[in-house]
């Protein structure tokens, strides 16, 4: 399939090793909240899927880093004076101030990372001090949570400019949730049909008619080394590139399966099976892409959701961005090409 055409649901760009630089303020030392604890579960699929990782995080000053670098390449801890929150007093600022010291410039301009990933709003000044030196390459915002729900008075107006920028200078937005992906896009960066808020689509109810099952998709496996049982359903509609910058990703409801009549006898169980077989192959051929129902985090393809042709779920014109969190790197790709 070229460039630019619809798939429905599928992502047909090859394979390829990315080197990704990871941004993130809690990370292995003094793990403290959630953040750090998902962070250390992305980076290790990640890893896992073949990538090459380095890892930029905050480390408190009092704390010794353990020796295990979670499968990263690299994992360099910036010292803070300050630990154990997230919030407007967290120590964003010293982390941003030690990512723009020489050295690790250094570092980021020798690795060349391909695609940079940042959690929350409190990586994204250190992503403004280090993209400079990543030959512009796609940011990334990876929102954990949404700080804005929460934060009051004068940490109201620091977070949600913070959180609305990153959604900005981001090519793309990856929410967790159909709640946050919502929130994000009506109270964060502003009323949808606002300036270039119009460009966020609103989560769509899924269809009120039943969709017949969808068979699994294939890929190469690898081991899972995660025992988390979260289950996120991620998927994303855009066209263009440069005209929809800072896209919001969206799950969408995948389709429950029909039950299916028992046979009669054993001969029309064999047939059944039979049948079944037949149907269970996929239209497309996902390349790259780990086995949803063996992946790290057990995390599952949005992308198995697709109803209908044009309907939510259906990838459009948008082939530099097929997501399937985390899985869906592999075919970013497609945005590291010359002239990056």
Not at 39 to 54: D, K
Not at 173 to 197: F, I, K
Not at 250 to 279: D, I, N, T, Y
Request: net charge negative; glycine share 8%.
């Amino acid at each position: 399939m070229a460039l630019g055409e619809e798939s429905a649901g599928t992502c047909t760009a090859p394979f390829k090793v990315l080197k990704i630089l990871f941004i993130t303020l809690e990370f292995r030392t003094g793990t403290f909240s959630g953040n750090g604890i998902y962070a250390i579960a992305q980076v290790r699929a990640l890893a896992a899927a073949g990538h090459q990782i380095f890892v930029i995080c905050a480390a408190p000053t009092h704390a010794k880093a353990p020796l295990d670098d979670f499968g990263a390449a690299k994992v360099y801890e910036i010292s803070v004076s300050s630990w154990h929150r997230l919030d407007a007093g967290a120590p964003w600022r010293e982390f941003a101030a030690g990512a723009a010291k020489e050295g690790l410039v250094d570092m980021v301009r020798a690795f060349a990372p391909d695609v940079l990933l940042a959690v929350d709003w409190s990586a994204l000044q250190t992503v403004r001090n280090l993209l400079p030196y990543c030959r512009g390459v796609p940011y990334v915002y990876l929102n954990y949570r949404v700080f804005t729900r929460t934060a009051v008075g004068p940490d109201l107006d620091l977070i949600r400019g913070l959180e609305a920028a990153a959604m900005d200078e981001s090519l793309l937005t990856v929410a967790l949730s159909r709640s946050d992906a919502e929130y994000l896009a009506t109270n964060v960066r502003g009323p949808v049909g606002v300036g270039v808020a119009a460009a966020v689509p609103v989560p769509t109810p899924p269809p009120a008619e039943p969709q017949p099952p969808i068979p699994p998709l294939t890929g190469p496996t690898t081991t899972s080394t995660s025992t988390s049982t979260s289950t996120a359903s991620n998927n994303h509609q855009d066209s263009e590139w440069k005209s929809h910058s800072g896209a919001i990703l969206q799950p969408q409801p995948q389709p429950q399966p029909q039950p299916q009549p028992q046979p009669e006898s054993e001969s029309e169980s064999e047939s059944a099976l039979g049948s079944a077989a037949a149907s269970s192959q996929p239209s497309r051929e996902l390349t790259g892409v780990t086995n949803p129902t063996s992946a790290p985090l057990g995390l599952t393809l949005a992308a198995a959701s697709a109803p209908t042709s044009g309907g939510p779920g259906v990838w459009k014109k948008y082939p530099k961005a097929c997501v399937y969190f985390p899985y869906w790197l592999p075919s970013v790709s497609g945005l590291t090409s010359p002239p990056f």
